[in-house]
T-cell receptor, first 117, second 115 residues
């Protein structure tokens, strides 16, 4: 149980285009979803916390107009990288949590590798 | 805010010998602590978690960790390393009782297992 999927697993795009990454909880309803970014050989950096039906909460230094997050249902959150540039190339990982307002285990997706040419 | 420090960026052991990956945490509340493993180009897999029950936590693949409040530590151990244990390991802290269950990751420890 508690499986999280991401699509696509890998994407290559041209500079200036927008890319959408989907995160789905397959066998549970995720009240809260998280988006992380991981640079090569580095740790995960939390980008934003997303609650179903409300606006995402972004971490300091993360541009909300650059990284659009939509959490339209309890099983789906999307991250759109708008007008992507080479410096946006990274490994993006989402996670989903079962309970709201309390600490609970996060279940992580397999990640999406974005390469911007 | 909560944080973790993984004391070693790289640990190398021989197959069959014990593994020790060190982690110290800082938390304003009663923390939940986790260890995750990441194999190359893969997602994160939960090894084990501590959420205020038994201080010695047993996880998958023979790993265990002990929560020591007096030392603010949560070190990960395994009695005998296997080649398949080679991966990146992350110690993670999350403040319990705080209405925001975001997790803070350590910098990671890369475990190498020599034949």
């Amino acid at each position: 149980g508690a499986v999280v999927s991401q699509h696509p697993s890998r994407v290559i795009c041209k500079s200036g285009t927008s890319v959408k990454i989907e995160c789905r909880s397959l066998d549970f309803q995720a009240t809260t979803m998280f988006w992380y970014r991981q640079f090569p050989k580095k740790s995960l950096m939390l980008m934003a916390t997303s609650n179903e039906g409300s606006k995402a909460t972004y971490e300091q230094g993360v541009e909300k107009d650059k990284f659009l997050i939509n959490h339209a249902s309890l099983t789906l959150s999307t991250l759109t990288v708008t007008s992507a540039h080479p410096e946006d190339s990274s490994f993006y990982i989402c996670s989903a949590s079962l309970l709201a307002g309390s600490t609970d285990t996060q279940y992580f997706g397999p990640g999406t590798r974005l390469t911007v040419l | 805010a909560q944080s973790v420090t993984q004391l070693d960026s790289h640990v190398s052991v021989s197959e069959g010998t014990p593994v020790l990956l060190r982690c110290n945490y800082s938390s304003s509340y009663s923390p939940s602590l986790f260890w995750y493993v990441q194999h190359p180009n893969k997602g994160l897999q939960l090894l084990l978690k501590y959420t205020s029950a038994a201080t010695l936590v047993k996880g998958i693949n023979g790993f265990e960790a002990e929560f020591k409040k007096s030392e603010t530590s949560f070190h990960l151990t395994k009695p005998s390393a296997h080649m398949s244990d080679a991966a990146e390991y992350f110690c993670v802290v999350s403040d319990r009782g705080y209405n925001n269950n975001d997790m803070r990751f350590g910098a990671g420890t890369r475990l190498t297992v020599k034949p």
